[in-house]
């Protein structure tokens, strides 16, 4: 009975202020203490002194940085860095089948993917990347924007060769269906000998969305042994590499687009893209 009302006692004799008031008054008097916690070996004097001050990984986001805050001298180097402005497609690996079948630059960090209108016709862009590197070696990650419309064409992005829509190829992609506007994220291993057999991991993410105006990106953790793919920032799915199967060398990144309903012309429009690794 004591306990339940201790506090509601009056401080002294001469003051009517309870112990539960007095307490609340000296906790609030010490949160509003800019002081606090900073003499010598206390926890914000520690912090505050640190040569680094630690966070959680991810932590921190742009809008707590002010602008102009950010310098050369602040960049990571010891990452290898791709982003392409399509000025020109030139330096690019690209097929097309189907006589109006298109890639074309639309400069600004822009690529048109363009099937045309017959069923079947397909585009295929890649970007030849180191000569040769696992997967799983170089941490590598693969963000970009898909800001218009594909409402006639089925969709692969991700790593792998111009073939990545080849079920003998292998790679890391997203797979957008036309027909059930569906997600996938998928992971193609493909052994290195004969017959070279391929084992297809895939798994929906989103079911019935346009891709269009969002931001999709694939990243190898290769400490936690996984691939990561994200939709407009959100992890969606983590694939656990498979003990004994081998993830293909790969060499480039690839976007392709297949016309699956004739008729209309297919489109895909690819932006700000970035592509990082190890060094």
């Known amino acids: 009975m004591g306990n339940s009302t201790w506090g509601m006692l009056a401080k002294s004799a001469d003051d009517n202020e309870t112990i539960e008031q007095a307490i609340a008054r000296l906790i609030l008097a010490h949160e509003e203490d800019a002081e606090s916690h900073l003499g010598v070996g206390e926890s914000l004097q520690s912090h505050k002194a640190s040569e680094i001050i ?24 010891s990452k290898f860095l791709i982003r392409p402005a399509f000025e020109s497609v030139d330096a ?52 970009f924007y898909v800001s218009d419309g594909q ?34 994220a998928a992971v193609r291993y493909k052994d290195e000998v004969s017959p070279y057999t391929t084992y297809l991991y895939e798994t929906e993410i989103l079911s019935y969305i346009n891709l269009q105006g969002h931001v999709l990106r694939i990243e190898v953790d290769d400490i936690n042994n996984c691939v990561k793919f994200y939709f407009d920032g959100v992890l969606e799915h983590t694939h656990d590499f498979v003990v004994g199967k081998v993830l293909t060398l790969v060499t480039s990144f690839s976007f392709v687009a297949v016309m699956a309903s004739g008729g209309e012309v297919g489109y895909c429009n690819i932006s700000n893209l970035q592509y990082y690794q190890d060094i």
Do not use: M
């Open 54 to 77: 630690d966070h959680l990984a991810n932590s921190i986001v742009a809008d707590k940085i002010l602008a102009n805050q950010i310098y050369g001298i602040h960049f990571d180097t």
């Open 92 to 143: 690019y690996n690209v097929t097309k089948t189907g006589v109006t079948s298109d890639v074309q630059p639309a400069g600004a960090g822009r690529v048109l993917l363009l099937p045309g209108s017959t069923n079947g016709n397909r585009v295929a862009i890649s970007c030849d990347l180191e000569s040769s590197f696992r997967l799983t070696q170089k941490n590598p990650c693969l963000d």
């Open 151 to 184: 409402r006639t064409a089925n969709l692969w992005f991700g790593f792998g060769s111009t073939n990545l829509d080849n079920s003998t190829q292998g790679g890391l992609f997203f797979r957008w269906e036309q027909s059930t506007k569906k997600l996938f």
